[in-house]
């Protein structure tokens, strides 16, 4: 028994396809989802989606917010951001983790400012490691 799985942004289909487990960001932590799941709704963080197929290969989604649905061994992720890891590029991925650390600090900022700050360098972070295990592969 198998799950089906679409992932999609507001641009594009990400990914479709069947697996065994996959594995969301949700906003409180990894979410495990397996063929029978009861009805859900969640809110995503941001992280990676890992997507076991019945093959024993498994494929790596960057997600960036959105939410994800679970009914009748069918996980729909909506996500903000997407991307597969094996599209994203490695040199642009850790391009952008060296920019958005490269902010100044600013003693000014307010705590939601910082707050937002941290969020896109934990995500550029995450979207760089992907990318690189991804191209090591």
Known sequence: MSITCTVTTPERLV?????????????????GILPRHAPLMALLGTGEMRIKKAAGSTDSVFIRGGFVQVVHDQVNVLATDAELAGQIDPSAAQAEVEKVAAVPA????????RAQSNERLRAAKIKARLARGKAGA
């Open 15 to 31: 990914y479709e396809g069947k697996a065994d487990l996959i594995v969301v960001p949700a906003s409180d932590g990894e979410l």
């Open 106 to 113: 600013g003693t000014r900022r307010s705590i939601e400012e």
